[in-house]
């Protein structure tokens, strides 16, 4: 992609989020992990067709200068706000990518509001078969502010990262205010509410070392909704596959869509 991505704010009425966005082809909102921002799609962006896609990498309440209350809400919520911005941009029905947390965002957007959905990609999808309950409690424990410093970047590694990648660019990026905000919203939200994605086509992409989303999590969406799935499990590739694999996710998200 020969664009760079350009950031501005989009006013929805009692709040305003932030988007980096570059391209000029059909709409994609890009919508990133627990407490991570639009930031962490710029590798992706950068190797996407600008003439095929419209990419639009979201800050969700409480990343950057995005606002919004971050008290009470449920992933109902963020579908909303992701329905409202796609509105205000004049970009409905648009292809969805979440990540990790961001894909029971992209899922529950898909099940409120499928007219604003053309397809779901699923990058990392858990949300049924449980994390390895030590990376997570010491993952948790660095959101908490529990762990500083090295502590909390070998968490961060030991929970997102396969052992073959470079776990610096997680090293910066975080707002953990808003990771406990969203957190809470998955717990307090159904998962029969989200997990089904609407009706919309799904695309898994999965990493094979992933322990916070382990790749039975994959194999069970494939199982319960049949050809309305299409599964990939990539190599050297953890939770954080977004930044591990950009380009293949690229060849894989691109293909699915041609």
């Known amino acids: ?9 989009i006013p929805l009425g009692s709040h305003a989020l932030d988007v980096l966005r570059c391209g000029r082809g059909t709409p994609l909102l890009m919508i990133a992990s627990l407490g991570r921002g639009g930031e962490d799609f710029v590798p992706l962006m950068r190797t996407l067709d600008s003439q095929r896609f419209h990419c639009i990498a979201l800050d969700q309440r409480g990343v950057g200068n995005s606002g919004g209350e971050l008290n009470n809400i449920s992933l109902h919520d963020l579908a909303n706000d992701c329905r ?21 965002v992209a899922r529950c957007l898909a099940a409120d509001h499928p007219d604003a959905v053309r397809s779901c990609t699923l990058l990392g999808a858990g949300g049924k078969i449980p994390a390895d309950p030590d990376l997570q409690a010491n993952f948790i424990a660095a959101l908490k502010g529990e762990l500083v410093d090295e502590d909390f970047h070998r968490a961060i590694r030991d929970a997102h990262f396969s052992a073959q990648s470079d776990p610096g660019c997680w090293r910066t990026g975080w707002w953990t205010n808003a990771a406990r905000s969203q957190a809470k919203a998955a717990r307090d939200t159904q998962r029969s509410d989200w997990w089904h994605g609407g009706d919309s086509p799904l695309l898994v992409i999965q990493g094979n070392d992933d322990r916070m989303a382990p790749p039975a999590n994959g194999l069970a969406i494939k199982q319960e909704f049949g050809a309305r799935v299409t599964l990939h499990t990539i190599a050297d590739a953890g939770h954080a596959l977004l930044l591990e694999q950009p380009e293949e996710i690229a060849r894989l998200f691109s293909e699915y869509q041609a």
């Open 1 to 9: 992609m020969t664009d760079s991505p350009q950031r501005s704010t």
């Open 84 to 104: 409202d911005l796609l509105t205000a941009l004049n970009c409905t029905p648009a292809h969805i990518i979440g990540h990790a947390f961001g894909n029971r």
